[in-house]
């Protein structure tokens, strides 16, 4: 779910609260996600959390996630400094935590899992690459660098989180039209269209490929995923 609640932070004194609501075909609401995010002349910060419901809170395991990003802000474009995630569901709990160095060029990875109260894993690694983005901070850095979505076709980028294929994170922005097409599936006016392909099982989906349409003010107005393992996508709305 840590895909559906990325965010763009745009200005530069800003504090904001955002919601969303999650959705599924024929389950209607099946979570919701509270995102807030300060941005200073040259830092960030951004907490979320998001609280599953309905039969997706059933087949989770009442999954709750936590995040804490922050880094720093040059040119307009983000760089990681610490990625925290926190995931609660049946009996597990997981801590996932990605440090970032610049002067020494690396990324160290922390990840802990207790099931039962007891420890069963523990691990502290470097990756084998080097990214300043993590998988929020990409939000920005994408719709700054694409902005109004005028330029279709397909890029790259490097980004913490997507271990198994050496950080690279695909993007694809589709044609003016084909965006407009994807806008009205969604039910959003003023946006403009991208996609990310993480080549992860997001849901359960083969490739991990998410749409996001974001509005003027670069805050994403819906997302979706697409074909879940349950239902051909999911949503998440922008409810304020």
Do not use: C
């Amino acid at each position: 779910m840590r895909y559906l609640i990325l965010l763009l932070l745009t200005f530069s004194l800003y504090a904001e609260q955002l919601h969303y609501r999650v959705k599924a075909p024929l389950f209607g609401t099946i979570g919701n996600v509270v995102i807030n995010y300060t941005v200073t002349n040259n830092k960030y910060d951004i907490t979320a959390h998001m609280q599953t419901s309905g039969f997706a809170k059933t087949l989770s395991g009442n999954r709750v996630e936590d995040y804490h990003v922050s880094g720093t802000v040059k040119d307009n474009r983000y760089f990681a400094h610490k990625f925290i995630q926190k995931v609660k569901f049946k009996q597990s709990i997981i801590h996932l935590q990605y440090l970032f160095n610049y002067k020494k060029k690396t990324i160290e990875k922390k990840r802990v899992k207790w099931k039962n109260g007891k420890k069963i894993n523990d691990t502290d690694k470097i990756l084998p690459f080097f990214a300043s983005n993590d998988l929020f901070s990409s939000y920005h850095n994408i719709v700054e660098r694409y902005k109004g979505g005028n330029n279709p076709g397909h890029y790259t980028m490097k980004s913490a989180g997507l271990e198994k294929f050496n950080g690279v994170l695909k993007i694809f922005i589709p044609s003016k039209e084909q965006q407009i097409k994807e806008a009205k599936a969604l039910g959003v006016t003023d946006v403009w269209i991208f996609h990310i392909i993480t080549l992860k099982k997001i849901l359960g989906s083969e490739n991990g490929e998410i749409i996001f349409a974001v509005g003027s003010d670069g805050i994403a107005k819906a997302v979706r995923v697409l074909n879940t393992s349950y239902v051909s996508h999911i949503d998440a709305f922008l409810v304020h």
